[in-house]
């Protein structure tokens, strides 16, 4: 059964950093693009960032632009987003899926950005 696990979230000081990553679904997603998402509290999810699925192309929500940077590694089977200058609005939980994404998601995992 195909699983998204995402780890490396925490807490963290505005201004600081975090790399998240994503795997748990092995090759079944070589092929497809893969995207990063969010939800803070009482928010609906939204999009972050897109990566197809040789990572030649990238796409980024206005609000994280020039800050978060997406990747893979598909030897590893991984997604991943280095998160830089980090807001306390960035603060939620984040998910990984497939672009469209999936019915199913993720535990995700929390960033909370304060001082």
């Known amino acids: 059964q195909v699983q998204l696990v995402e780890s490396g979230g925490g807490l963290v000081q505005p201004g600081g950093s975090l790399r998240l990553s994503c795997g748990g679904f092995g090759r079944t997603f070589r092929y497809n693009t893969m995207g990063w998402f969010r939800q803070a509290p009482g928010k609906e999810r939204e999009f972050v960032a897109f990566i197809n699925w040789n990572g030649a192309s990238t796409t980024y929500a206005d609000s994280v632009k020039d800050r978060f940077t997406i990747s893979r590694d598909n030897a590893k089977n991984t997604v991943n987003l280095q998160m830089n200058s980090l807001k306390p609005e960035d603060t939620a939980v984040y998910y990984c899926?497939?672009?469209?994404?999936?019915?199913?998601w993720g535990k995700g995992t929390l960033v909370t950005v304060s001082s």
């Open positions: 899926n497939t672009d469209p994404p999936l019915n199913y």
